[in-house]
């Protein structure tokens, strides 16, 4: 098993900038693919970035420009850097994790962290 835990969210003023961390604990030497999910009130859970093991990256479209994905192989640790942040980036941020480089069914997720931006 594999838990995820999620740090770093907050209250921030548009414009403004924060860095999540998603630290892995467990059974982390199958772990694959990392990445980052949010879901804002009344929305579907959208994907914004994810990262292979390899340091391969991918981003969603509005993440791209403004968004950052990096990983700590030797920390289990995943960042997500959030600058120029703006009202409707507002959404909970989970992370997840699978352990394979394809990924369509997530196998593990985290609780969550709040990303709260007022205008």
């Known amino acids: 098993q594999v838990q995820l835990k999620e740090s770093g969210g907050g209250l921030v003023q548009a414009g403004g900038s924060l860095r999540l961390s998603c630290e892995a604990s467990g059974s982390v030497s199958g772990i694959r693919t990392t990445a980052w999910h949010r879901q804002a009130p009344g929305k579907h859970r959208e994907l914004v970035a994810q990262i292979n093991y390899n340091s391969r990256i991918s981003l969603a479209d509005f993440a791209k420009g403004r968004f950052t994905i990096s990983r700590d192989n030797a920390k289990h640790t995943v960042y997500l850097q959030l600058n120029d942040l703006k009202p409707e980036d507002s959404a909970v941020y989970y992370c997840?994790?699978?352990?394979?480089?394809?990924?369509?069914?997530?196998?593990?997720w985290g609780q969550g962290t709040q990303v709260t931006v007022s205008s």
């Open positions: 997840a994790a699978d352990r394979s480089y394809t990924v369509f069914h997530w196998d593990y």
